[in-house]
């Protein structure tokens, strides 16, 4: 069965700390692994990581991918107090016989960042 | 321009209920795929829509049925309604059928609490 696993569940810091978030997968047919942060409400989408070992970076978050040992890791430098929310990773498969792609998602992991 | 919009924003249903929950997509998008977020959980993907059909469906109940218009706005409907439905509803658009999913622009959703 397809999953995706998120951590730590939850993560309080200081303003100014960096952090690590962790997402690990075990998915069949991958294609492309996706990082959304969500506050209140709507995930926003932060980083779509496809090939192995090439970061991708905004601004003070980082992202990387390794497709041998099936992880990617997202970081946080220099945090500030709105960088609170859910960080939501999610992996996409495909099903070539149907055409179709889903979405796994991870629990994700709540960042709480601390003046 | 305006994004995703779903409506209502909070509703509360007895168990036994019938509820529709309504969603625009953002201008230019014309795929609306729905996601039951219970708490603490990743998005777990409902169906999708595309050309006023239904395309894609996730592993839910026939109790969960939708409608899309043609002018490409979409209705999720929830009958018999049970406590385990209580989850955010989240809609998110795309331009066709085959968008990546870093295209998904997502709505701040419909909170639903079944008592």
């Known amino acids: 069965e397809d999953k995706v696993v998120q951590s730590p569940l939850s993560l309080v810091v200081h303003e100014g700390d960096t952090v690590t978030l962790n997402c690990s997968y075990e998915?069949?047919?991958?294609?492309?692994l996706l990082w959304y942060k969500q506050e209140k409400k709507a995930p926003t989408f932060l980083f779509m990581l496809?090939?192995s070992g090439i970061e991708k970076k905004s601004g003070r978050l980082s992202s990387i991918l390794d497709k041998k040992e099936l992880f990617s890791i997202l970081n946080i430098t220099a945090t500030q107090t709105g960088d609170s929310a859910v960080y939501l990773c999610?992996?996409?498969?495909?099903?070539?016989?149907?055409?179709?792609?889903?979405?796994?998602w991870g629990l994700g992991t709540s960042l709480a960042v601390n003046p | 321009d305006a994004g995703v919009t779903q409506s209502p924003t909070h509703l509360i249903k007895t168990r036994g209920q019938q509820v529709t929950l309504r969603c625009s997509p953002k201008?230019?998008?014309?795929?609306v795929s729905w996601y039951q977020q219970a708490l603490g959980q990743g998005p777990q993907f409902i169906f999708q829509?595309?050309?006023?059909?239904?395309?894609q469906r996730g592993n839910f109940p026939d109790r969960f049925s939708g409608h899309q218009y043609p002018n490409y706005s979409s209705e999720l409907n929830v009958n018999a309604l049970l406590l385990g439905d209580s989850a955010l509803y989240l809609c998110?658009?795309?331009?066709?059928?085959?968008?990546?999913?870093?295209?998904?622009?997502f709505g701040s959703g419909t909170q639903l609490s079944v008592l």
């Open positions: 999610a992996v996409e498969a495909s099903f070539p016989v149907v055409n179709n792609r889903k979405l796994i």
């Open positions: 998915v069949t047919n991958f294609r492309s």
């Open positions: 496809t090939s």
């Open positions: 201008s230019g998008h014309d795929t």
């Open positions: 829509y595309y050309e006023e059909e239904e395309r």
């Open positions: 998110a658009s795309s331009r066709g059928q085959d968008a990546t999913n870093e295209k998904l622009f």
